[in-house]
């Protein structure tokens, strides 16, 4: 079945360094992919999204560019904040599928530091 | 209001209990989503509805578990005699469409722990 893979955290960074987080994907179909952020105490929350090969999806500085060629959709950002403490899930939703749901990654913890 | 909002919080239940968690979507939205969360891991699909289709539930992991939402809109996940292996975040999400490009608004989540 559909499956992403990320890589494992945590993830500890110095405030403005750059930031990548792997994701690979294995899907039948054409898939849709995400970036999820779960900040502490709060909800998930959409971070950004790309719907088909070469979109690239970005928001409050993260980017991730759909790679078909190389199942991928790696997160980067170019100076992290230590607001940007947070876990990251990658996602995918097959498009055949009417309800969207989605598959997740198992996450990956980022602790920025001061 | 604003969001999707999820109750209890948090809830503790002794092995072989019966719980029901309570998810209200945001207002008008069609899809609602059950999602599990173990500690670690990333949310696993449970079931989804379609105002008040339960349109998948392919993901549900016994027949101890059973979602209803009776009237399009609040929506209860109900397990029964539970486990410890139920231990976990339960998340709702909900999406005025049900399209692939239709975001997903989650909850905070139910944490349920078995005892």
């Known amino acids: 079945g559909d499956s992403v893979t990320q890589m494992e955290g945590p993830v500890t960074l110095s405030e403005e360094a750059f930031l990548t987080i792997n994701c690979t994907y294995t899907?039948?179909?054409?898939?849709?992919l995400f970036w999820y952020v779960q900040y502490p105490g709060e909800g998930l929350q959409l971070l950004l999204k790309?719907?088909?090969?070469?979109d690239k999806g970005s928001n409050k500085g993260f980017e991730a560019t759909y790679r078909k060629e190389t199942t991928s959709f790696h997160l980067e950002k170019g100076s992290v904040q230590v607001s940007d403490s947070a876990v990251y899930f990658c996602?995918?939703?097959?498009?055949?599928?009417?309800?969207?749901?989605?598959?997740f990654g198992q996450g990956t913890e980022l602790s920025v530091k001061p | 209001g604003a969001g999707v909002s999820q109750s209890p919080r948090y809830k503790v239940a002794k092995r072989g209990q019966d719980v029901a968690l309570r998810c209200d979507p945001i207002?008008?939205?069609?899809?609602l989503f059950w999602y599990q969360q173990a500690l670690g891991q990333g949310p696993e699909f449970l079931t989804y509805?379609?105002?008040?289709?339960?349109?998948?539930k392919s993901g549900l992991p016994s027949d101890r578990f059973f979602a209803e939402r009776p009237e399009g809109s609040v929506s209860t996940l109900k397990i029964q005699r539970t486990q410890q292996e139920d231990s976990a975040v339960y998340l709702c999400?909900?999406?005025?469409?049900?399209?692939?490009?239709?975001?997903?608004?989650f909850g905070q989540g139910t944490r349920l722990t078995v005892v």
């Open positions: 999400a909900s999406s005025s469409g049900q399209g692939v490009n239709t975001e997903a608004f």
């Open positions: 899907a039948t179909g054409y898939p849709s």
């Open positions: 790309a719907t088909k090969a070469d």
């Open positions: 996602a995918l939703s097959d498009r055949t599928n009417q309800g969207g749901k989605l598959i």
């Open positions: 207002s008008g939205h069609v899809s």
């Open positions: 509805f379609q105002n008040e289709a339960q349109l998948d």
